[in-house]
């Protein structure tokens, strides 16, 4: 495994940046594609690997005769066994999408994924009426689908404060049961964005809803003829903006992105205002100046965006800002616990944040840049790209497991060296 060292020998960074489809995107279109029946098509598929392993998935899903890419079956009859490694929205799209199929599935995963909750997901789906069993332990995988789904019910009922993925995955095959579905949210919502991007998709291909109160209701109904195009990362984006507000002059233009997206990462453009960050939609994407402001924001509610959290943090931290920050629930059944390993990291900076009930806060009256700083990564690719843009006031960088980045933006390291970063392999 490559660990990267990483370094930057001024702090200015100017260029262009192309970026890849967008995972968040993708990974819906794709199960929106294979519930399609062939009417739907997805255009500009991401490069990030959960999106190429979920399509491979998918194709030999609906393709008669063929496994699932990463999958094995005994030579005697059995449940199919689909490993989808690290892939989380893989695993939760997935186990919705196998409860209506007429096959047996086992999905598993990494050792990470298995650590990783699923239980009020397959709860749902049984209350519809899949069959489902855990294999090892009761609420996480792996999971056994048996299929033979007969719709037992058309109303369910689904915390909102857990994982809007529980919530997309049963948005996702709504349409295909029987009864269709009315979907009650218990609660707040976490990442709103994430759902009101599904249904947008779902629009797209077709699929009417409505959405009263805390209630999303689709009717059984047929996909029409279309395309989905997959618009460039957001979240990929946050990174370069992130580059933008530690450098001391910026100017960037990150080509296919637009002021009207699905995604709710580009919410990213707001919170980097603060720091500085003008965006300017033209020419067919956005340019990205650094000018000089007075950073005064304090509070940051990462409730609706929390795939940026860790970026946001790095920044404030990297600056000496000591910023609050709420809506980090579901950092902790990520990838990793990304509120500890945020805490692990920063420390060696002399910078704590400091966890009280449910708002954090940064403490930085100890801060210092230390010559060189090691970053493990737990298996996370947003850790490795947050911490990333700490090369402009670090000497150097060394992060462990290079190739984590694959999981969402596989040219992360290349482009940051198009840029004028130094990247360089060095077996760990």
């Known amino acids: ?47 990030s690997a959960d999106s190429v392993l979920l399509a491979g998935i998918l194709r030999s899903a609906v393709s008669s005769g063929q496994l699932a890419a990463g999958s094995e079956q005994s030579a005697t ?50 209350a519809l009426g899949a069959h489902i069993e855990f294999e090892e332990q009761d609420g996480y995988p792996p999971i056994k689908l048996k299929g033979s789904f007969e719709q037992l019910a058309r109303k369910i009922s689904i915390k909102g404060d857990i994982s809007s993925q529980y919530i997309t995955a049963l948005l996702l095959i709504a349409a295909r049961l029987p009864l269709g579905l009315d979907l009650h949210i218990e609660g707040e919502l976490t990442s709103r964005p994430y759902v009101e991007m599904t249904l947008a998709m779902l629009q797209s291909a077709g699929i009417q809803h409505t959405w009263t109160d805390n209630v999303i209701s689709i009717a059984n109904q047929d996909f029409t003829t279309t395309s989905l195009y997959i618009e460039p990362d957001w979240s990929a984006a946050s990174y370069w903006y992130a580059i933008a507000a530690l450098a001391d002059e910026a100017e960037l233009f990150l080509t296919g992105l637009t002021a009207y997206s699905l995604q709710g990462d580009s919410v990213i453009t707001e919170i980097m205002a603060n720091f500085g960050i003008t965006s300017q939609f033209k020419d067919g994407g956005v340019h990205l100046l650094k000018e000089a402001k007075p950073l005064s924001r304090k509070i940051f509610d990462m409730k609706e965006c929390p795939d940026l959290a860790q970026t946001v943090i790095v920044v404030c931290a990297a600056l000496g800002h000591e910023a609050t920050f709420t809506g980090l629930e579901t950092l902790k059944i990520k990838e990793t616990d990304r509120v500890l390993a945020l805490q692990t990291e920063l420390a060696k900076m002399g910078v704590k944040l400091i966890e009280k009930g449910q708002v954090y806060k940064l403490d930085c009256s100890e801060k210092f840049i230390p010559e060189r ?16 843009p700490l090369a402009l006031i670090v000497p150097q960088l060394e992060f462990e497991n290079g190739p984590v980045v694959d999981k969402s933006y596989p040219a992360f390291w290349v482009d940051l060296e198009k840029q004028g970063f130094t990247v360089v392999e060095q077996k760990a």
Do not use: W
């Not at 939760?92 to 239980?119: C, H, N, W």
């Open 1 to 47: 495994m490559q660990n990267i060292i990483l370094s930057k020998s001024n702090k200015h960074i100017n260029g262009t940046v192309n970026l890849t489809g967008s995972k968040s995107e993708c990974n819906r279109a794709l199960i929106i594609e294979a519930l399609s029946n062939g009417k739907v098509k997805v255009d500009n598929v991401s490069d």
């Open 77 to 126: 009859e059995g449940p199919q066994l689909v490993d989808i490694g690290p892939a989380g929205t893989a695993m939760r799209f997935l186990t919705a999408y196998y409860a209506i199929q007429d096959e047996e599935v086992i999905l598993t995963g990494s050792q990470r994924m298995k650590e990783r909750p699923i239980g009020i997901l397959v709860n749902a789906l049984k």
């Open 373 to 388: 700083m090691f970053i493990n990564t737990y298996h996370d690719h947003r850790m490795a790209m947050a911490f990333a």
